[in-house]
Antibody, heavy 113, light 110 residues
Framework: EVQLVESGGGLVKSGGSLRLSCAASGFTFSSYSMNWVRQAPGKGLEWVSSIVSSSSQIYYVDSVKGRFTTSRDNAKNSLYLQMNSLRAEDTAVYYC??????WGQGTTVTVSS | QSVLTQPPSASGTPGLRVTISCSGSSSSIGTNHVYWYQQLPGTAPKLLIYRNNQRPSGVPDRFSGSKSGTSASLAIGGLRSEDEADYYCATWDDSLSGPVFGGGTKLTVL
């Protein structure tokens, strides 16, 4: 069964840092681009970042550039999102998404001001 | 506001058909494939339609997608109470060089 499991969310103060992880199983992780998508409370979906299978190309939405870093470890079947200088507006459920078909259950990040 | 425009709400009667629209631009829907997602309350989004009109295995054929010019539509036939959910369209935007989502449509089954 294809599965994505996010972890690492929590409550952090404004200006703080968190590292999200996404553990993949049931498919050849190294063959797929991966994405992070977030959803603020009561709001719609927002793309955050994408990384190609080889990590040679990584993309970010403008609002997180310079603060967030996406990486992956194909040997560990894992995707990461390092979030620094967090702001209240980063409060959201963060989803790990395989290509654009399979979604994880999400992990909640709450930034208190 | 979202790059892709969806109606905030839609409703329909069980057994009937409802259509949800998604309006974009020449740099988004006009030149890229459209995806549709269903998000049931309290759960993660689920892929319903990819590449404009393709259904993943397991998605009932009551769900269908179409695209024309800079707009796309999701149709749900034989409406059921379990179809009550939020529906999102998504595509790539060449001008923004990134994926974009619609604001979402909350479907109510009357």
């Amino acid at each position: 069964e294809v599965q994505l499991v996010e972890s690492g969310g929590g409550l952090v103060k404004s200006g703080g840092s968190l590292r999200l992880s996404c553990a993949a199983s049931g498919f050849t992780f190294s063959s797929y681009s991966m994405n992070w998508v977030r959803q603020a409370p009561g709001k719609g979906l927002e793309w955050v970042s994408s990384i190609v299978s080889s990590s040679s190309q990584i993309y970010y939405v403008d609002s997180v550039k310079g603060r967030f870093t996406t990486s992956r470890d194909n040997a560990k079947n894992s995707l990461y999102l390092q979030m620094n200088s967090l702001r209240a507006e980063d409060t959201a459920v963060y989803y790990c998404v395989r290509d654009w078909d399979v979604w994880g259950q999400g992990t909640t990040v709450t930034v208190s001001s | 506001q979202s790059v892709l425009t969806q109606p905030p709400s839609a409703s329909g009667t069980p057994g009937l058909r409802v259509t949800i629209s998604c309006s974009g631009s020449s740099s988004s829907i006009g030149t890229n494939h459209v995806y549709w997602y269903q998000q049931l309350p309290g759960t993660a989004p689920k892929l319903l339609i990819y590449r404009n009109n393709q259904r993943p295995s397991g998605v009932p054929d009551r769900f269908s997608g179409s695209k024309s010019g800079t707009s796309a539509s999701l149709a749900i036939g034989g409406l059921r109470s379990e179809d009550e959910a939020d529906y999102y369209c998504a595509t790539w935007d060449d001008s923004l060089s990134g994926p974009v989502f619609g604001g979402g449509t909350k479907l109510t089954v009357l």
